[in-house]
């Protein structure tokens, strides 16, 4: 028998355990992509519901009601609606938090008055005993005239329970409205609304008008119509007042009876804590607390598997070249391919820590805390409480934290928190700072228990953000838009994270960076290498030359072969190029094998390291088993005589490598969501103007 | 007519914090849909929990569910005091 393929649309208020459920239902099964045409991520899983049906579960973000106030809310409504866009769903899964149940039924009233089949999943129902919570389940059911399943998603209860109601109400395929609001609101002007097509209901019509959203298969005609009601906007927006009191009315006849809550149960722990986390001192002080203790651990913590991994790489290439016939391509495999891929794989330690903490910060509900507490100060700075999640998941990638100013309703200080983001110490500076930091700042503690270098890299973060909202208070002043800026947050109860959830998004989030970066990397270093392995005719009589100079007559060979292969490398391609941009970055004290690592780390930022460490593996000898890092440390400048990376050349690339704008996919996504050309110019040209100045000063102080 | 003055000012901004008080039925256009539909409605409870420093946001529990919002919207949001 063929099997049976049912569409699924997930649906709930944030912070009642939708990613869990999702989790639960789809396990490892997940894949992201884009809605056509939305630049939003779209989640979507499998999930095997019987022998004979399967369902394709589509994760859509969390919303308080269909009428949407952001971008991030306008997708459910537009799934919902615009059928066209993505498959249409067959059943919609509402999932509601049992301690929230009356505001979670408001935008379960709302989709069930679309007239799609519908089961609702009640969640954290191991809570419902501590809260002093009872359900008439039956009774319910009746009322709502839906499929109820009781679960608890983290303790992967009643998830069976749900894959039968979803079969169930999939094969039955009856819809009805919960709401008759025409009845109760004008039931004239609800009737003419009805009147104007027959496929769509009632509710769908009144949500085209409302929220100016007509799908593509609707009539010109019809629309005409539509249109004609929008000419009363103050009598739209009294309806829609009128429509949720009414909901509420409902909803809370319909709980009067079948759900009760004894208000001596509960503990109040979420008080307690919140007296500390949204105090008006401790909460800062733990905050920055928080922050530092981030920082240590990704310094510290990482470095143990970091130099293993380094190690690794560094004798991989020797065992490699040793087992294969010399020869262009063991050159390629041992100093392109090998030092490429062990350029990102060092970088997993410090992201899965990053993406970690993000994770946990964000499960417990502790990060609402951060927004109530920033909201003010970011206002000051023409941005929005909420921009204090971009500005800290920016530390991990600029791309999702971009993304996630979709939750800011104001345009403009949506668009502030956009360009000012790149700012922030993403986590592919992380490596350029790291081993910057290992090279010029000693290894030593200071005030008693502070480690130096991680301190300094605590200050680089200090910086990026600092300048991230200077940044914001001059566009504040310089942009003229004039936006209305509206905030609620919820502040969600405090949870003990899921280490299902966390697990998942650091290996979602790890994954996603380490294959991106990862192909960049790799293209990248082979071009890299044939570049510096090949080049015109001065390249090819470099050896000759050297040779035939009477100057090194008496070297021993080995010296020899080491001034030969410095010869190679400045006549290769790569080196003429890098010769050609050295005049325009002297000042900053690069050479021109920095000036390569600078315009490929464009690509992404960590390229930086990689590039060097191909530049000076094709550079060594065959028997050279030193890691990047003691071959930069060894690396010596030519004219000085001295250490080529110093503290002047050191902290003037630290500085470069804060201010620049320079990451493709960063500025591509930025192009995505201003949808033009225009910001995303100005980002590059502004970042890298501040980047070359700053450094210069900085390489004059230090030098 | 001091207390008249008093009565009209009464908004879930003047709450102190750990104060109850309901919202009045007038308030109702003032309220912004996203509000309502959160469950801040006409007659519903408001305890005020915390305020941010700077007397902005205000963290509030209304109706059940725990909130954060501006000053300037709750200042629009007239209220009745549970002693009154």
Known sequence: MAKTNINVALIGNPNTGKTSLFNQLTGLNQKVGNYPGVTVDKKEGECKLSTTHTAIITDLPGTYSINPTSLDESIVLKTLLNRSITSTPDVILVIADVENLKRNLLLFSQIKDLEIPTVLAINMVDQMHNKGITIDITALKEELNTEIVLISARKNKGIQQIKEAIIRCHIAAKASPLCAIDHKIDPAYFNKLKEISPNYSMYELWLMITQNNYPESISKEEKDKLLAFKKDISKIKKYQHKETIYRYQEINRILQNTYLVDKTKGKDLRGKLDRIFTHKIFGYVFFTLLLLVIFQSIFHLAAIPMDAIDGFFAKLSVATKSNLQPGMLTNLITDGIIPGIGGVVIFIPQIAILFLFIAVLEETGYMSRVVFLMDKIMRRFGMNGKSIIPLISGTACAIPAIMATRTISSWKERLITILVTPFTTCSARLPVYAILIALIIPDTTVFGFLNLQGLVLLLLYALGFATAITAAYLLQKMLKLNTKSFFVVEMPNYKIPSVKNVVLEVIEKTKAFVLEAGKIILALSIVLWFLASNGPSSYKNARKTVIENPTNNNLSQEELEKIIASAELENSYIGILGKAIEPSIRPLGYDWKIGIALITSFAAREVFVGTLATIYSVEADDEDTSTIKEKMASEINTETGKLRFNLPVGMSLLIFYAFAMQCMATLAIVKRETKTWKWPLIQLFSMGILAYLASFITYQIFS | ?84
Not at chain 2, 62 to 82: D, Q
């Open chain 2, 1 to 84: 007519m001091h207390l008249l003055k008093f009565l009209l000012l009464n908004t879930i901004a003047s709450l102190q914090i750990g104060d109850v008080g309901y919202i009045s039925e007038e308030s109702l256009a003032n309220i912004p849909l996203k509000l309502l539909e959160m469950g801040c409605l006409p007659g519903a409870e408001v305890r005020l929990i915390q305020i941010a420093p700077l007397k902005d946001p205000l963290y509030i529990c209304v109706n059940g569910t725990h909130l954060a919002i501006r000053e300037e919207t709750a200042a629009s949001i007239r209220i009745l005091k549970s002693d009154q």
